[in-house]
């Protein structure tokens, strides 16, 4: 008997499908290995839709046999598609199933390099900053120019596990319908609360029982003068951390040292606002602290969280600066806006604080701003400082590029950053000597507590 392929339309298109895309999946993967592109719209396509392509031909194929058989067992004239009956004593049927099993195992091949090549692309760092492009462009500009450039998005907003996996990919898949029905929030909310608990992320590169000691900080601003003058603050900055193993445990890290536990209830949204905190030391002694005036409903209102690295270092990889004053003494502080043109500090600062509509009318706003100013009211400098006006421009257009997103309504301030207390309450959300026990000890407010200042 001579062996025909079912020529069921289904089958013969699920056959279709599955062979075109598995040669544009192959030839990718391809051009992929050796480093040939890297869109990340692109990636989506041929990592993601193209594999399901593929495993909607190979479901069509049987479809359009089962639909064939059904058609013949209701004496509906039948096609010309016939199963064929497997001899295997039969040259021409061993030949076919041969090539049935090769095929079968390039299916699996395919599917399976196909799943994890796409698992592994949605985990890039690619795939989380630039196919949602306007949604993710404010965290993933942050992440690109923060200390955790080199660290997955996946190292710190997964969970380790199936489990951790699995709600990361549900989360995402909301995330996304939101994004086609433009439904996204504006500016995206914090703190984001499916973030994996610290010990399972930020511990295991940042060692919780190491004691740093102290650490110096040397604080660089600017006047609004001709000069820029500069004043610089030394802060001799009292980290501390350790454990009781090591026989230190002091310091700001005290917090986090593995015999204590802190806990708190936060009222705001934003864990601005905590008005009680409970405190068990190594030896099991528990003290609670409140604020006078607040009610238990308030407190049943809030949420109770266990204090960990996050609540104070809540922008560890996107840091977007919190004024625009502190944005722009940091570059000059390093001279990428040169200290010694006149009036810059105050030029830059006004040029930033302009409410541009995108970034493309910001860098033309900026240009216009610190040239026309130059140009106009500084004559006699124009001509002789040319290039450090050109350096000023630049650094101040990539100041607006670093922390100012439109579309986004994303500026400086946007994101409350609680490491200190200068720019936002951080530090004085509990030590205000404000939060007292029953008793009346209170959480102090002593500079010296956390550090000094020369």
């Known amino acids: 008997m001579t062996v025909r392929p079912p020529r069921h339309i289904l089958s013969l298109a699920g056959a279709a499908l599955t062979t075109i895309s598995a040669v544009l999946f192959l030839t990718v993967l391809l051009a992929d290995l050796f480093g040939l592109h890297s869109n990340p719209y692109l990636g989506i396509v041929f990592f993601l839709f193209l594999p399901a392509i593929f495993l909607a031909g190979l479901a069509l194929i049987p479809i359009g046999a089962w639909l064939e058989r059904r058609r013949q067992r209701q004496g509906r004239p039948p096609s010309t598609a016939h199963w064929p009956r497997l001899d295997l004593n039969d040259p021409i049927h061993r030949r076919t199933a041969l090539i049935v099993i090769v095929l079968t195992i390039a299916n699996v091949v395919i599917v399976s390099m196909a799943a994890y090549r796409g698992i592994e692309y949605m985990d890039s760092v690619q795939f989380c ?239 216009e701003a610190l040239r026309g100013f130059y140009r106009t009211r500084a004559a006699d400098v124009s001509p002789t400082r040319t290039e450090d006006i050109d350096k000023a421009v630049q650094a101040t257009k990539e100041v607006y590029r670093r922390n100012v997103f439109p579309e986004m309504n994303v500026r400086f301030g946007t994101y409350p950053n609680n490491i200190g207390h200068v720019d936002f309450p951080g530090c004085f959300r509990c030590h205000d000597d404000d939060h007292k026990t029953k008793d009346g000890k209170a959480i102090g407010q002593d500079c010296e507590t956390c550090h000094k200042i020369e």
């Open 129 to 367: 900053g630039q196919v949602c492009h306007t949604v993710m462009k404010p965290e993933f500009t942050a992440h690109q120019d923060g200390p955790h450039a080199r660290v997955a998005c996946v190292r710190c907003h997964i969970g380790p596990g199936a489990v951790g996996f699995a709600k990361a990919k549900m989360s995402g898949t909301r995330q996304l319908v939101a994004i086609a029905l433009h439904t996204y929030a504006r500016p995206i909310p914090t703190p984001v609360r499916t973030l994996s608990p610290a010990r399972d992320t930020c511990e295991q590169c940042h060692w919780p029982g190491k004691f740093h000691g102290d650490k110096v900080r040397r604080v660089y601003e600017y006047g609004d003068d001709e000069k820029n003058t500069e004043s610089v603050t030394t802060l001799q900055v009292h980290v501390g951390g350790g454990s009781e193993r090591l026989g230190v445990a002091q310091g700001i890290h005290w917090h986090m040292n593995i015999a204590n536990e802190v806990e708190y209830i936060a009222t705001d949204d934003r864990r601005q606002v905590i008005p009680w905190i409970r405190v068990k030391d190594r030896f099991g002694a528990v003290r609670e602290y409140a604020v006078e005036g607040v009610t238990p409903a308030q407190l049943a209102n809030g949420e109770r969280r266990v204090m960990d690295c996050m609540d104070c270092h809540n922008r560890p990889s996107h840091g977007i600066a919190p004024t625009v004053e502190r944005a722009v003494n940091e570059r000059m502080a390093v001279n990428a806006i040169p200290k010694t043109l006149p009036f810059i500090r105050r030029e830059a600062v006004k040029a930033l604080k302009v409410d541009y509509t995108s970034q493309d009318a910001a860098n033309a706003g900026i240009a």
